[in-house]
């Protein structure tokens, strides 16, 4: 079956610590998405990558990280400098105006 | 820059038709999203709008008008399962492929 996995599906980090959020796709799809969606709100794009080795910032990439290494995979990792990183997170593929998504991390900071 | 605006809730009554309206200011676009969302879960493509016009698939249909700068998302025989959130999104020209999302309307289905 083709798709996004995400995981884990519940994640929960004590303050301070940094975690890395997984992301696959084998859609065989260029372009990845990280957005942030908290309760009751649309979703924030965080990054993204139009091509391997290559991704921009999106509109509140303070505190993340991600890396593209390869096509199928886009990690993200929320560092201890993200000062509210309790959200769902979710990614996504697309192969031209049509998003895929996962379906997402919720991340609690305890 | 870029915005879209939807309703941030509308109620209708099951098997009445509804109308989720998403208006926008952008300087360029390539066609108009939308998207479905159940609480909890992930947002799911549901049409796409390249051309001005109507498009129909089964119960959900959606328009553009780019002269309007205005397009909505049509919901007809409602039913409670289609109580979720509704997004808009564009990809705007010279945005690197990504989207721009409304708020979202959050629909809710009534017996």
Same mark, same amino acid.
């Not at chain 1, 995979?73 to 769902?88: D, E, I």
């Not at chain 2, 300087?27 to 909890?40: E, I």
């Not at chain 2, 690197?96 to 409304?102: A, E």
């Given at each position: 079956?083709?798709?996004?996995? @995400?995981?884990? !599906?519940?994640?929960?980090?004590?303050?301070? &610590?940094?975690?890395?959020? /997984?992301?696959? @796709?084998?859609?065989?799809?260029?372009?990845?998405?990280?957005?942030?969606?908290?309760?009751? &709100?649309?979703?924030?794009?965080?990054?993204?990558?139009? %091509?391997?080795?290559?991704?921009? !910032?999106?509109? %509140?990439?303070?505190?993340? /990280?991600?890396?593209?290494?390869?096509?199928?995979?886009?990690?993200?990792?929320?560092? /201890?400098? &993200?000062?509210?990183?309790?959200?769902?997170?979710?990614?996504?593929? /697309?192969?031209?105006?049509?998003?895929?998504?996962?379906?997402?991390?919720?991340?609690?900071?305890? | 820059?870029?915005?879209?605006?939807?309703?941030?809730?509308? =109620?209708?009554?099951?098997?009445?038709? +509804?109308?989720?309206?998403? =208006?926008?200011?952008?300087?360029?676009?390539?066609?108009?999203?939308?998207?479905?969302?159940?609480?909890?879960?992930?947002?799911?493509?549901?049409?796409?709008?390249?051309?001005?016009?109507?498009?129909? =698939?089964?119960?959900?249909?959606?328009?553009?008008?780019?002269?309007?700068?205005?397009?909505?998302?049509?919901?007809?025989?409602?039913?409670?399962?289609?109580?979720?959130?509704?997004?808009?999104? +564009?990809?705007?020209?010279?945005?690197?492929?990504?989207?721009?999302?409304?708020?979202?309307?959050?629909?809710?289905?009534?017996?």
């Amino acid at each position: 079956d083709g798709g996004i996995t @995400q995981s884990p !599906k519940y994640l929960f980090r004590k303050e301070g &610590q940094n975690v890395t959020l /997984s992301c696959e @796709q084998n859609l065989n799809h260029d372009a990845m998405y990280w957005y942030r969606q908290d309760p009751g &709100q649309g979703l924030r794009l965080i990054y993204y990558s139009q %091509i391997v080795n290559d991704f921009q !910032k999106g509109d %509140i990439a303070e505190g993340y /990280s991600v890396s593209r290494e390869k096509k199928e995979s886009f990690p993200l990792t929320v560092t /201890s400098a &993200q000062k509210n990183p309790t959200a769902f997170y979710l990614c996504a593929s /697309s192969g031209a105006d049509t998003q895929y998504f996962g379906p997402g991390t919720r991340l609690t900071v305890l | 820059g870029q915005s879209l605006e939807q309703p941030s809730e509308v =109620t209708a009554v099951e098997g009445a038709i +509804v109308q989720i309206n998403c =208006t926008y200011q952008t300087s360029g676009f390539y066609g108009l999203s939308w998207y479905q969302q159940h609480d909890g879960g992930a947002p799911t493509f549901l049409s796409y709008n390249a051309l001005d016009g109507l498009e129909e =698939t089964g119960r959900f249909s959606s328009f553009l008008s780019r002269s309007d700068s205005y397009g909505y998302l049509l919901l007809q025989e409602l039913q409670m399962k289609d109580s979720a959130s509704y997004f808009c999104a +564009v990809r705007g020209y010279n945005q690197g492929g990504k989207l721009i999302f409304g708020q979202g309307t959050e629909l809710s289905v009534k017996p």
